[in-house]
């Protein structure tokens, strides 16, 4: 079998795994480790996922408020609307939804995913040549810079409310983030170098 098909092969096989484990949905344990911190409305876990959890976890959040009114069902989470004011409706993690939450994070990791289009296309890049490939590469390097500062940002103000037990795992979270971007960064340069020199 030539290189070409057997990498081919190893991809289709990589995808196939993907997609096993993409039907295991996370997002209850994202909505139960949220509430586990403190009561939220679904605006606000929503809006504790778009800013926090999105260096690193890249599922998708559409199915907030069904997910919610399951666990409710289940009795994993319970739900109190305010009296004033606007009368929110605001979420709150029972004894049953930590039981399961415990649970989950007792359990081995079955797969840490890695995904990205950029790759993808670098991967086909002969298709396309060294020009169109080099404004892919420039353009994750753009966007990963502006992450890294983001992230660099967080990383200081957490540095300086460690008083919290959750905070210091906050803090190991966010520095892989910041030494993983880092050598993206680097190997953007790399892979520059290899392209631009025979």
């Not at 399961?100 to 670098?122: H, S």
Request: with cysteine.
């Amino acid at each position: 079998m030539s290189l070409r098909h057997h990498l081919m092969d190893g991809m289709q096989a990589y995808c196939m795994e993907e997609l096993s484990v993409a039907i295991e949905k996370k997002i209850n344990f994202v909505i139960l480790g949220l509430l586990n911190h403190e009561a939220l409305t679904g605006y606000e876990i929503k809006k504790r996922i778009d800013n926090s959890l999105r260096f690193f976890w890249s599922g998708s959040f559409g199915s907030i408020y069904p997910t919610l009114d399951v666990l409710v069902q289940d009795g994993c989470v319970e739900k109190e609307e305010e009296t004033s004011g606007r009368g929110k409706i605001i979420y709150s993690i029972t004894e049953k939804g930590r039981v399961l939450l415990r649970e989950w994070l007792m359990k081995p990791v079955k797969k840490d995913e890695l995904r990205y289009e950029t790759l993808l296309k670098l991967f086909f890049g002969g298709e396309l040549g060294r020009e169109g490939i080099l404004v892919h590469i420039q353009n994750f390097e753009e966007k990963i810079k502006k992450e890294l500062l983001l992230l660099e940002m967080y990383v200081q103000n957490l540095e300086r409310v460690q008083n919290e037990e959750d905070h210091k795992y906050y803090l190991i979270t966010v520095k892989f983030g910041v030494e993983t971007y880092r050598a993206y960064l680097r190997w953007c340069e790399e892979a520059r170098n290899i392209l631009l020199h025979d």
